[in-house]
């Protein structure tokens, strides 16, 4: 399991993040599991109590995707199929549509195998794409690995703000029949991004910074600042579910 830490967050009255003791484990087991990095959405509510925000992580979902040693690909292909299902799930079962989970994506993670929680370039273009390309209020980012480390940003693109490090516990408890279930997920769904090629791997280095933002530079790392909006940006509204 992931273990808390002394974390950096500084900001006042920023929200807190809750872990369902099922998310937790859920995610704990595909990253024990698969022996390359891979990437995962959550759902995640951000609520309003009376004393604090808090986001609540609540279940795990596993998209088709390709991944390396040191990489997995985030793309339009896995995470339409992923919310095309969730939808015909929940229209199934009668879910009223301001439920339907796929409408709480919100929560993107991704296992660094071994290596430390600190983001990379890709990692931050990834994360960007929920604003530019999917038009997302916000994310919760999640970067974990092997030694039980997990670090969590929140990238709240309507106020302009990155908080990084952001506070969280695990909340409740879940039943421990989820290895079995996520073997049989990752066997259908995680594949080797170069499997049956020759492909030779040319390490990329992603300088601090570097990612390309259409918006012009900003750099959203730095700990409960504001960015001002260029003219003519406009505010995210509702997300867009992406579909076939």
């Given at each position: 399991?992931?273990?808390?830490?002394?974390?950096?967050?500084?900001?006042?009255?920023?929200?807190?993040?809750?872990?369902?003791?099922?998310?937790?484990?859920?995610?704990?087991?595909?990253?024990?599991?698969?022996?390359?990095?891979?990437?995962?959405?959550?759902?995640?509510?951000?609520?309003?109590?009376?004393?604090?925000?808090?986001?609540?992580?609540?279940?795990?979902?596993?998209?088709?995707?390709?991944?390396?040693?040191?990489t997995t690909e985030l793309t339009s292909e896995g995470l339409s199929m992923l919310g095309t299902q969730l939808i015909a799930e929940d229209m199934a079962a009668g879910v009223d549509p301001?439920?339907?989970?796929?409408?709480?994506?919100?929560?993107?993670?991704?296992?660094?195998?071994?290596?430390?929680?600190?983001?990379?370039?890709?990692?931050?273009?990834?994360?960007?794409?929920?604003?530019?390309?999917?038009?997302?209020?916000?994310?919760?980012?999640?970067?974990?690995?092997?030694?039980?480390?997990?670090?969590?940003?929140?990238?709240?693109?309507?106020?302009?703000?990155?908080?990084?490090?952001?506070?969280?516990?695990?909340?409740?408890?879940?039943?421990?029949?989820?290895?079995?279930?996520?073997?049989?997920?990752?066997?259908?769904?995680?594949?080797?991004?170069?499997?049956?090629?020759?492909?030779?791997?040319?390490?990329?280095?992603?300088?601090?910074?570097?990612?390309?933002?259409?918006?012009?530079?900003?750099?959203?790392?730095?700990?409960?600042?504001?960015?001002?909006?260029?003219?003519?940006?406009?505010?995210?509204?509702?997300?867009?579910?992406?579909?076939?």
């Amino acid at each position: 399991m992931f273990n808390p830490h002394k974390f950096e967050t500084t900001v006042h009255g920023c929200p807190s993040v809750k872990v369902s003791f099922r998310a937790a484990t859920d995610m704990w087991i595909l990253t024990d599991l698969v022996s390359t990095e891979v990437g995962w959405l959550t759902t995640a509510r951000m609520v309003k109590e009376p004393n604090e925000t808090v986001i609540y992580v609540d279940d795990v979902y596993l998209f088709k995707q390709q991944v390396h040693a040191t990489t997995t690909e985030l793309t339009s292909e896995g995470l339409s199929m992923l919310g095309t299902q969730l939808i015909a799930e929940d229209m199934a079962a009668g879910v009223d549509p301001t439920l339907w989970r796929a409408n709480n994506l919100r929560g993107y993670f991704h296992s660094h195998v071994h290596m430390d929680v600190m983001p990379s370039g890709q990692d931050e273009q990834q994360t960007m794409d929920f604003r530019d390309k999917y038009e997302y209020p916000w994310v919760l980012r999640g970067i974990v690995n092997k030694k039980h480390k997990m670090k969590l940003d929140l990238y709240w693109f309507e106020r302009d703000m990155i908080i990084n490090d952001i506070d969280w516990e695990i909340d409740y408890t879940t039943g421990s029949e989820r290895k079995a279930h996520w073997t049989t997920e990752i066997g259908s769904l995680v594949e080797s991004l170069y499997a049956n090629t020759s492909k030779v791997v040319t390490p990329v280095s992603y300088p601090m910074g570097s990612f390309s933002d259409p918006h012009g530079p900003r750099d959203y790392r730095r700990l409960g600042e504001f960015a001002p909006r260029q003219n003519g940006e406009r505010y995210f509204g509702q997300p867009t579910l992406v579909t076939p």
